[in-house]
C-alpha cells in the first residue's frame, strides 16, 4: 500500500479524535478556557495547533519536494516536543480523567505512526527539485483541508483564551485577600471541589488556615489543591479525638440539569441531607466541638415570586410548600440538628453566584451568541451575588459569630448583593458589556415542557435583600451588577 496514502488517511483520523478531545475535554468537561492555572497548557495547544493547520493543509495536496522535505521535518520535530512538553503541564496542573488520558495515548500512538510514515518519503523528496507538487486524493484530500481550517480556528480560540485568562489572573492578584481569622484554624470544607468550593479553600489556604476536604474524590482533590489539604473519603476517617475548629458545608449536587423526577429530586436531597447528617454525627461523638458550623442553603428557601410581585424577602421571609423550598428547608433542619450539641450553627442562603464558573457562563452564552434577550417574561426578578462577596461574606460572617457572647444559633444570612434585577435588565446589561444585541425573546412554554418544574429557577424568581448581612457591617466589594460582571468579563 503506498505509505504517503496511509499517512494521510492515519492524519484524517487524527483529525476526527482532536476534534473529539477538544470539543468534549477540553471545551465541556474540564472547560479549559474558564480554568484558572490552564493559560500555560492553553498557549501550548495554540502552537501546536498552528503546526497541525500547517501539516493538514499542507499536506492535503501537495508533496514537500527539496529543501522543503527538511523544513517538514523540522515541524514533525517542533510538534513532537511541544506534545511532550503538553504532558508534563497536564501532570503538573491537573488530574486528567480517564477518557482524556486514553483519546491522548491513541492521539500520540496515531500521531507518531503518520509521522514516521511520512518520514519514510522524505529521501526520496529530498533529491527533488525544491518545490510543492501538487498530489490530490479526492475527498480524502478535501476532509484534511477542512481539519487544517478547523484546528487553526481552535488555536486562535485557546490563544485568545489564554490571553484572556492572564488578564483575568492580574485582576484576581490585585483583590485584597480574604481575612478569615487572626489565628490559624482548623477548618473543615465539603463541596471543597466544586466552583465555590476550590475558590474558598484556596482563600483558606492564602490565609494560613489549616484545611481537611470531605470529598467523595480525594486523589483528584490532592491534585487540585496540589497537596496542600488534607483528604477524606468519609467522616469516618476522622477520629472523635481530632480537634476541627469550623466546619463550612457546601456540599450537594447540581440543582439546574437533569429532569426533576423523583429519582432526581431523592439524589438532590441525599446529596445535602445525607452529607449534612455525617458532619453532624461526627460532631454528636467529637471530643472537642467545633466552634462553628457555617452550612450553605439558597435563597430557593423562600420558593417562587410571580413576575409582578416587587415585594422584597428577607432572612424572616416564610418558605413555600413545592419543592425548592423543601430542599433547602430540610438542608437547613440537618444542620441546626448540630446546635443541640453547642455549635453555633450559620445557614448561608446563597443566590446565584457569579463566577467564571458556575452558571454564568451558560447565562451569558445565548448573549455572546448574539441570541440574548428577555426569558419568558423577563420581568422575574434576580437576586445575585459575586464570588467573591461570597467569600468576603463567609469570613465576615465566621469573624462576628466567634466574636460575639453567647450561643447565637439558628442564624439565616442571605447571600445576595444589594442591587436586585430583573432578568431583562441582566440580559441588557451584559448585552451592553459584551456588545451584542440583547433583544431576542426566548418563550417560557418550551421551557417548561422541556424542563417541567425545574423551569421555575429560570422563569420565576425571587427578590432577596441580605438584611442581616448589611446589618452587621458587611460591605460589598461589588454591590451593583455592571460592576460585577464587568470584573468577570
Avoid at 3 to 20: D, N, P, R
Avoid at 314 to 321: K, R
Amino acid at each position: 500500500m503506498n505509505t504517503h496514502l496511509l499517512a494521510l488517511q492515519l492524519m484524517a483520523a487524527q483529525g476526527i479524535l482532536g476534534a473529539f478531545d477538544t470539543l468534549y475535554h477540553h471545551e465541556l468537561t474540564e472547560s479549559l478556557p474558564q480554568r484558572l492555572g490552564a493559560r500555560r497548557e492553553l498557549a501550548i495547544h495554540a502552537l501546536r495547533a498552528v503546526i497541525y493547520s500547517v501539516l493538514f493543509i499542507g499536506l492535503s495536496c501537495w508533496e514537500w519536494h527539496g529543501v522543503w522535505a527538511l523544513v517538514l521535518l523540522a515541524i514533525f520535530g517542533m510538534e513532537i516536543i511541544l506534545t511532550l512538553w503538553d504532558f508534563v503541564v497536564e501532570d503538573k496542573t491537573r488530574l486528567l480523567p480517564a477518557t482524556e488520558r486514553v483519546t491522548h495515548t491513541v492521539l500520540a500512538i496515531n500521531g507518531g505512526a503518520f509521522i514516521m510514515l511520512l518520514i519514510l518519503n522524505t529521501p526520496a523528496w529530498l533529491v527533488q527539485p525544491a518545490a510543492f507538487t501538487w498530489n490530490g486524493h479526492g475527498f480524502l484530500s478535501v476532509f484534511l483541508a477542512l481539519c487544517g481550517i478547523g484546528v487553526g480556528l481552535s488555536g486562535m480560540r485557546d490563544a485568545f483564551a489564554a490571553y484572556q485568562l492572564g488578564g483575568i489572573e492580574m485582576k484576581d492578584k490585585a483583590l485584597p485577600a480574604v481575612h478569615f481569622c487572626d489565628s490559624a484554624q482548623s477548618v473543615l470544607v465539603t463541596g471543597a471541589t466544586g466552583f465555590i468550593g476550590q475558590l474558598l479553600v484556596r482563600a483558606l489556604l492564602a490565609d494560613g488556615q489549616r484545611v481537611t476536604i470531605l470529598t467523595r474524590d480525594p486523589k483528584r482533590a490532592a491534585w487540585i489543591f496540589e497537596g496542600k489539604v488534607r483528604c477524606l473519603r468519609t467522616m469516618s476517617e476522622l477520629a472523635p479525638d481530632e480537634a476541627i475548629d469550623v466546619i463550612i458545608n457546601l456540599a450537594g449536587a447540581r440543582i439546574l440539569g437533569w429532569r426533576w423526577t423523583a429519582a432526581r429530586k431523592a439524589t438532590l436531597l441525599a446529596s445535602r441531607i445525607g452529607v449534612t447528617d455525617s458532619l453532624v454525627g461526627w460532631i454528636a461523638a467529637a471530643q472537642r466541638k467545633p466552634k462553628l458550623l457555617l452550612s450553605a442553603s439558597a435563597i430557593g428557601y423562600y420558593g417562587i415570586q410571580p413576575q409582578g410581585d416587587d415585594a422584597v424577602l428577607t432572612e424572616d421571609s416564610p418558605p413555600q410548600e413545592i419543592f425548592m423550598s423543601q430542599l433547602c428547608r430540610e438542608w437547613e433542619l440537618a444542620a441546626q440538628a448540630a446546635e443541640v450539641h453547642g455549635v453555633r450553627v450559620v445557614r448561608m442562603r446563597f443566590g446565584v453566584v457569579f463566577g467564571r464558573q458556575g452558571a454564568l457562563p451558560m447565562m451569558l452564552l445565548p448573549i455572546r451568541l448574539g441570541l440574548g434577550g428577555p426569558l419568558g417574561g423577563g420581568r422575574q426578578w434576580l437576586s445575585w451575588i459575586h464570588v467573591h462577596d461570597v467569600l468576603r461574606g463567609i469570613a465576615h460572617v465566621w469573624k462576628a459569630q466567634l466574636q460575639a457572647d453567647g450561643v447565637q444559633q439558628g442564624k439565616a444570612f442571605n447571600f445576595v448583593a444589594p442591587e436586585t434585577v430583573t432578568q431583562k435588565q441582566f440580559s441588557q446589561t451584559a448585552a451592553q458589556l459584551i456588545h451584542r444585541p440583547g433583544f431576542f425573546p426566548t418563550p417560557g412554554l418550551p421551557m417548561r415542557l422541556a424542563m417541567g418544574e425545574q423551569a421555575d429557577l429560570l422563569l420565576e424568581g425571587q427578590r432577596v435583600a441580605s438584611a442581616r448581612l448589611l446589618a452587621s457591617g458587611f460591605a460589598f466589594t461589588y454591590p451593583d451588577l455592571r460592576s460585577a460582571l464587568h470584573s468577570l468579563l
